[in-house]
Every structure is written in structure tokens, then in C-alpha cells.
């Protein structure tokens, strides 16, 4: 006879948890705009239930990448093919890192690891936005985190600013993308301007074209600025209107993060290859312990015209993603490849990771039980998890389009 686990049973069948979103949306506009337009999908209609095994997995994973980010040899392997601005170490250790997991049977796979992990401003307002249906499951809701989210994320800005050399508080503080008010995440650079102003600095949201470097200082229309939270993705500062910010951060001018240097070291998804591969991490000195943690990153490979045939005789169970990709753009299932995509990738800057399907939330749409895929988010900075969330969606990959879809919080279990 076979049972079925707490957490597939509470996600098939409970529907008693909903987001209050008129209050959330009512704390993230604070009487300005209304930024649901266009972002009716942002927040799911109910939370991801969570084993505490699986979360505890997770957990030690984002641990065992740490360790590995520190070995001399994974250093050497990393920056070793990255552009030369991502070789400059500054000190600083990286603000928001993103780990991706699917959840499998078989425990937690880590997906990808990303710099400049966008959503947990977001989900630290959603947590205490959910309504519970009864006292008993507003007890099974862990408030901790969200209460302390705060304080974690300024003593990681201050962490930051002291790696670099740096004394006291940064003064001002830029929030960076490219025309920030028409990104799609846009309402949380508002929520992490009021977080960074409660704690005395000064908060710009800032077009990084608008920037300036001259005379040692980077500043936006005459005012300097002391640190960038930085929202780009251009990892590496190549492109043209990003001169400033690269030439900045080249001097060690402005204290930058997530950088170039943190996007080689953790985020380009060639060290899957690495992190995937036991005997390599044991050759470079990694101990057991985080190497058996690091078994919940899927098997993953280069793709290169010497491993194509193999490859495309194993495409249905692989994932084809770009190195330097982000947000699930250029990607594509091996089931679903043609021959000509196929050659396509073949050119170059691409990984084939072993298919690790995500499981399944049921949410409530137009008041009828809807599966929709889930992949859960820890946001950590230095190994430390900031926030644990779930991404609920329908497709290839998260949209933020999908009814009953979108951020949720994690409830564990």
C-alpha cells in the first residue's frame, strides 16, 4: 500500500489559505499608482505546502555551492572563462542570491542558481497577506521570517558596504535597472526604496544610461552614489549604456552588488557542469558531506559539437538552456527540439541538464481545482537564506501570465 506525503496531500486539496491582495496591493502602491495593471497574475490565489525534509535538502545544497564557491580550483574554473571585468573582486559577497529547486520524489533539484534574484521584497509582503480560514491553520503559517526579513536584508547591505572597505552606512543607495519604471517587477524597487529610507539612507531608482563616472564617482544628476543594488541583466556590464556602472565598478568606486564577479563565480550555468560532477568537486577538495548535498543537482553537460549526436539521441530527458540565460528565455525541452533549433544551439553557450520535471500546486480558478506547475525560490545572501517562495505557473517556465499563478508563499510542512 502506498501513502501519500503531507505536503502532495495539502497541495492537491487544500484551498483553505487565500491573499488578502486588495491589502497587498494597498501596501505596495501606498496610495500612489495603481501597479496591479498589467500584474493581475504577480501573486498566486494560495500558498505551496513544503516538506521540511525537502526544504532542509534544499537548504544544505545552497550550503554545499558556497563551500564550492571557495575552493581555490572552482575560483580558477570560473573566472578562469569569465570576461576580465568578472575577475575583480572587490570584497563584497553577493546581495540576493536565487536557488531554484523542482521538487521530485526523489528530494529537491536544484535548476539554476541566479544573481540578482528578483521577487523577495515581494514575497515578504505576501506572507503576512495570507487568510487563514481558522485559527488552527493561522498557527501553521511561520511569520518569523517575513517579521525579520528587514533586519536581514540591511545587515546584508551593510555587509556589503564594510566587504568593500567601506565604514559606517552607505548614504546613498540606487536601485539599477534598465528604465526600471517599465519593469515587469518595477512595484518591489519601490518596496526596497522604502525599506533602504527607514533605514536612513537615501534611495534612488535609477535608469543605469542615466548614470554618470567621472572624477572617481559615480552619480545620477549630480548626486554621488555610495552603493548599486543591482537589478541588471547584463551580467557582465558589456553593453554600451551600461559604461558607467562598468567603469565604476572596474575602479572600486561604488560598492555594486550583485556584480560580475558574483554572476562567474555562482550564476553561469556552466558550473552546473562542475557542481553536477562528484569526482571533479572530490578532486578539488570538497568533503563528502557536501558533495552528497550537491546530488540534488541534476547531471549536466556542455553541449558541443563533439557531444551532439549523444545529446540528441538523449533529448527527451534533457533541458537545454543558455549559459548566461536568465528568466527562462531561449530555453527549450529536448522532447520538444527540432533538428533546426538543434543546430542552433549547437553554435555555442549552451548546457544540456538532466529533465527534472516540477511537481504540481492545485489553485482555485474561476472557482474549479487548476494544477499548475511550482518551483520553489531560498533567496540567501553569503549562505544564509533570506526567504524561502514558490513561483506557481502553466507553460515551460514561470510568466507571471497564468490565472492562479504567480509568487506564493512557502508554508513548510
Not at 140 to 146: G, L, T, V
Amino acid at each position: 500500500m502506498s501513502f501519500q506525503r503531507i505536503d502532495q496531500q495539502l497541495n492537491e486539496s487544500c484551498f483553505c489559505i487565500e491573499v488578502d491582495e486588495a491589502a497587498l496591493w494597498g501596501q505596495i502602491c501606498e496610495g500612489g499608482a495603481d501597479l496591479r495593471i498589467g500584474r493581475e497574475h504577480l501573486f498566486s490565489s494560495g500558498p505551496v505546502f513544503v516538506a521540511r525534509a525537502d526544504h532542509q535538502a534544499m537548504v544544505e545544497t545552497v550550503h554545499a555551492i558556497e563551500a564550492a564557491a571557495g575552493l581555490p580550483a572552482w575560483r580558477d574554473a570560473a573566472l578562469g572563462r569569465a570576461p576580465q571585468i568578472a575577475r575583480l573582486d572587490h570584497g563584497p559577497r553577493g546581495a540576493f542570491m536565487g536557488y531554484d529547486f523542482h521538487l521530485s520524489p526523489d528530494g529537491p533539484r536544484l535548476i539554476e542558481v541566479n544573481t540578482n534574484a528578483g521577487g523577495a521584497f515581494l514575497n515578504a509582503l505576501l506572507g503576512p497577506a495570507q487568510l487563514a480560514c481558522c485559527p488552527e491553520v493561522a498557527e501553521a503559517i511561520d511569520q518569523a521570517p517575513f517579521a525579520a526579513f528587514e533586519a536581514a536584508v540591511w545587515r546584508m547591505i551593510l555587509a556589503e558596504w564594510r566587504l568593500q572597505g567601506r565604514h559606517g552606512a552607505p548614504g546613498v543607495i540606487a536601485i539599477v535597472d534598465d528604465a526600471p519604471q517599465g519593469q515587469f517587477l518595477y512595484p518591489e524597487f519601490l518596496i526596497a526604496q522604502r525599506l533602504f529610507e527607514r533605514q536612513g539612507a537615501t534611495a534612488i531608482i535609477v535608469d543605469a544610461a542615466d548614470l554618470a563616472f567621472a572624477d572617481g564617482r559615480l552619480s545620477w544628476r549630480g548626486q554621488a552614489i555610495d552603493l548599486v543594488y543591482n537589478r541588471l541583466t547584463d551580467f557582465a556590464l558589456i553593453e554600451p549604456r551600461h559604461a558607467a556602472l562598468a567603469a565604476a565598478y572596474s575602479a572600486g568606486a561604488a560598492v555594486v552588488t550583485p556584480s560580475p564577479h558574483h554572476h562567474a563565480l555562482y550564476a553561469d550555468k556552466r558550473n552546473l557542469i562542475e557542481l553536477s560532477d562528484p569526482e571533479r568537486m572530490a578532486a578539488w577538495g570538497m568533503d563528502a558531506g557536501r558533495r552528497a548535498a550537491l546530488s540534488h543537482v541534476p547531471s549536466t553537460l556542455a553541449v558541443t559539437p563533439e557531444t551532439a549526436d549523444d545529446l540528441w539521441a538523449r533529448r527527451k530527458a534533457l533541458f537545454f538552456k543558455p549559459t548566461g540565460g536568465y528568466g527562462g528565455k531561449a530555453v527549450y525541452r529536448g522532447d520538444k527540439l527540432t533538428r533546426g533549433v538543434f543546430a542552433e544551439i549547437l553554435q555555442g553557450g549552451y548546457i544540456a541538464q538532466a529533465l527534472a520535471p516540477p511537481s504540481e500546486r492545485q489553485v482555485q480558478v474561476d472557482g474549479a481545482p487548476t494544477p499548475r506547475k511550482v518551483d520553489v525560490r531560498l533567496y540567501a545572501y553569503a549562505g544564509e537564506i533570506l526567504l524561502t517562495a514558490a513561483r506557481v505557473y502553466q507553460g515551460q517556465t514561470t510568466n507571471f501570465r497564468t490565472p492562479g499563478g504567480g509568487f506564493a508563499p512557502v508554508i513548510l510542512v
